[in-house]
């Protein structure tokens, strides 16, 4: 038979427990860490590192990034950023569809209608 508890030692340890605070220090996997190190990942690419050389940086500093891993990272950030540029231009190409020309132009036409005057 399984065991029961009371319901006022619960309401207790969840008081307790909702006293906790928060784990933000927890340690990170690899995964984790390379989410949180890719705006600087990024940035080492727009600076014209290699894959090959991040991934030696990275280890310099103690993470151990595999370079496969790493590339297939970069290659989804890549397809992300091409296809946030295709709807940017997209968005843009629709817009000018849309509105229509205000060129400035002197070419007036005047209705010949006398009567109205």
Same mark, same amino acid.
């Given at each position: 038979?399984?065991?029961?508890?009371?319901?006022?030692?619960?309401?207790?340890?969840?008081?307790?427990?909702?006293?906790?605070?928060?784990? %933000?220090?927890?340690? *990170?996997?690899?995964? &984790?860490?390379?989410?949180?190190?890719?705006?600087? #990942? /990024?940035?080492? =690419?727009? !600076?014209?590192?290699?894959?090959?050389?991040?991934? %030696?940086?990275?280890? *310099?500093?103690?993470? &151990?990034?595999?370079?496969?891993?790493?590339?297939? #990272? /970069?290659?989804? =950030?890549? !397809?992300?950023?091409?296809?946030?540029?295709?709807?940017?231009?997209?968005?843009?190409?629709?817009?000018?569809?849309?509105?229509?020309?205000?060129?400035?132009?002197?070419?007036?036409?005047?209705?010949?209608?006398?009567?109205?005057?």
């Amino acid at each position: 038979m399984a065991k029961k508890y009371n319901v006022d030692f619960l309401k207790k340890i969840s008081l307790n427990l909702e006293k906790l605070p928060n784990n %933000e220090n927890k340690d *990170k996997n690899l995964h &984790e860490s390379i989410e949180i190190l890719k705006p600087a #990942i /990024i940035n080492l =690419i727009r !600076k014209g590192y290699k894959i090959p050389d991040i991934c %030696e940086l990275l280890r *310099k500093e103690g993470i &151990e990034a595999n370079l496969q891993y790493l590339q297939k #990272i /970069i290659q989804k =950030i890549s !397809k992300l950023s091409k296809k946030t540029k295709q709807k940017l231009e997209n968005n843009i190409d629709n817009k000018n569809k849309k509105e229509p020309n205000h060129s400035k132009s002197n070419d007036f036409s005047v209705n010949d209608d006398s009567s109205d005057l």
